[in-house]
């Protein structure tokens, strides 16, 4: 299995085109280990809205920018991130790759 690279949070999310999309602000944690499984992205005006990224979806990683595998319109066809700003304690809405189950942030 090829080794999966984990965004910080602050780093800008581009697709692979190179087009930015949004922020990073939380990496989402399994329940069960130290191992993060996704992270929200905050976006549009304002950053009023956001998704959960699978860490499957990064294409690669570098100090500032997170490079997403998927296609503008398969972005736009995740569903929204609902939770709270911190998705502490919460699970999202089910997503297009289903539902993922939120334990914990990674940072505060």
């Given at each position: 299995m090829a080794e999966l690279h984990i965004p910080s949070?602050?780093?800008h999310v581009?697709?692979?085109?190179?087009?930015?999309t949004g922020t990073v602000t939380t990496?989402?944690?399994a329940h069960d280990s130290d191992r993060v499984v996704s992270f929200i992205v905050h976006y549009g005006w304002r950053s009023r809205k956001?998704?959960?990224?699978?860490?499957?979806?990064v294409k690669w990683?570098?100090?500032?920018?997170?490079?997403?595998?998927?296609?503008?319109?398969?972005?736009d066809a995740l569903?929204?991130?609902?939770?709270?700003?911190?998705?502490?304690?919460?699970?999202?809405?089910?997503?297009a790759?289903?539902?993922?189950?939120?334990?914990?942030p990674a940072h505060d």
């Open positions: 949070v602050g780093s581009r697709f692979a085109g190179g087009k930015h990496l989402v944690m956001a998704k959960m990224i699978p860490v499957e979806r990683v570098n100090a500032d920018n997170v490079v997403l595998s998927i296609s503008r319109k398969q972005f569903d929204e991130w609902t939770g709270p700003a911190r998705a502490e304690n919460a699970v999202p809405e089910a997503s790759q289903g539902t993922i189950p939120v334990e914990r």
